[in-house]
């Protein structure tokens, strides 16, 4: 192979895995944010792995790690690096394509472990048990207030003890208030969805990015072995 197309390959794998390196870092960060600035975690409990912040951190830094060995592989013409890049970016992409298959396939299974976390928390919530922690508490009544609902269902799902944060004035009167009618279940999957199509178009961005790194890592492979380069 010429040196100027060995080299061409090298620069282009280089900011391939540059622009992703720099996705999966701004990737974590963003699910670090969200989940300082997230007030639904303590909801939602039976699938947090799957929860957007958590989702977003993980896949952000084995992107970024996987990224940063390719950079190293191509810079050093180190075959050895290279070889482990592709095998590492191959697994990724795999573990990528089952990822959005299991979602596919249960999403709606997903939706009902919803509709029961969220009834959980009321019910612990509206009666008092240990459960209802003060994080807990804190946070249904954000998720409430922010998105103008009350209850899981509707506000009949408190009885009789609708809590303020239902209230649909701000100040509100503490002895006689009217209550959202919506309840918060089908608002916060809305919230989910936005996230989740959100984390999906990045995901799909990168994944175009790493499948062109992984094209164009398989001749400079080739070559590296040819040379003798690495080990």
Known sequence: MDRSCVSCLKSFILFLNFLCWLCGAFVVAFGEFQMMHSKFASLVTTFWPIYPANTLVVTGTIVTCVCYLGILGAFKENRCMVI??????????????????????YSRKIDTYFEADLMKSLVSYRDGTPEATKKLIDDFDAVQHLFECCGVSGSADWGDNVPISCCTKD?????????????????????????????????????????????ISVP????????????
């Open 171 to 215: 100040p509100c009167n503490m002895v006689n208030f009217t209550v959202w009618n919506q309840g918060c279940v089908l608002k916060l999957r809305d919230w989910f969805a936005h996230n989740y199509r959100c984390t999906g178009a990045g995901v799909v961005t990168m994944f175009i990015i790493q499948f062109l790194s992984l094209c």
């Open 84 to 105: 482990s890049f592709f095998v590492l970016l191959f697994i990724l992409m795999l573990v990528e394509l089952a990822m959005a298959c299991v979602f596919l396939v």
């Open 220 to 231: 400079l492979v080739c070559h590296f072995s040819r040379q003798g380069l690495g080990y």
